[in-house]
């Protein structure tokens, strides 16, 4: 599966956007984008995942560059409980169906 | 719909003692997948199994194993406990290859 990079940590006004950065320039054609987070000690939540199309759930909204090296998550409205370290990652499925977690972002969202 | 269940949610263990832990898949689940958390090598995947036959696996000894249950529930089990696999263990269900729901965790603390 490809690499990722996000940056360490990100700041965020509650009641802002809060746009969160991953490059993924080695991804290959039948990659995936999955977006997960995870709150402190507990498990990680899914949030939402794309292929070429941008894409939008109740949670975010997932743009995904037109040569799919590169995306952004975006939490319309962060509130303190989006706090959380925000992990990107590209996921092919099939006969290797394995999530590999990178560092992640933590999101700090500040009242 | 329930979520997925981890049993026991917290446990301690001594050097050189064997641990089982449990995970109930979200209902029509029939993949489930085990991860270890560590604050030094973050989130690795353990090994997943779907329809009661280990499908594919990480890089871990073969101190770690585990089962899956007709009924789609799974175990693993450590061998031989080092200190080393103090850790969150986390275990998530899936449809086939989509997204990952995961559990609360169980905490292992080995002494």
């Known amino acids: 599966d490809a690499k990722t990079t996000q940056p360490t940590s990100m700041d965020c006004a509650e009641g802002r956007a809060a746009n969160l950065p991953c490059n993924h320039s080695t991804i290959s054609g039948n990659e995936y984008v999955y977006w997960y987070r995870q709150i402190h000690s507990q498990g990680p939540q899914y949030i939402i995942h794309?292929?070429?199309n941008n894409e939008t759930n109740e949670m975010a909204s997932l743009i995904i560059t037109e040569d799919r090296k590169s995306s952004t998550l975006i939490l319309p409205h962060a509130t303190l409980r989006d706090t959380a370290v925000y992990y990107c990652i590209v996921f092919s499925g099939g006969s290797n169906y394995k999530l590999t977690f990178g560092k992640g972002t933590l999101l700090t969202v500040n009242p | 719909k329930a979520g997925v269940t981890q049993t026991p949610r917290y446990l301690i263990k001594t050097r050189g003692q064997q641990v089982t832990l449990s995970c109930s898949p979200i209902?029509?689940?029939?993949?489930v997948s085990w991860y270890q958390q560590t604050p030094g090598q973050g989130l690795q995947f353990l090994f997943e199994y779907f329809s009661e036959t280990q499908r594919n696996k990480g890089n871990f000894p073969g101190r770690f194993s585990g089962r899956q249950f007709s009924n789609s529930r799974s175990e693993m089990n450590v061998s031989t406990l080092e200190l080393g696999d103090s850790a969150l263990y986390l275990c998530?269900?899936?449809?086939?290859?989509?997204?990952?729901?995961f559990g609360p965790g169980t905490r292992l603390t080995v002494l």
């Open positions: 794309g292929l070429k």
């Open positions: 209902s029509g689940h029939r993949s």
């Open positions: 998530a269900s899936s449809l086939d290859y989509n997204e990952q729901f």
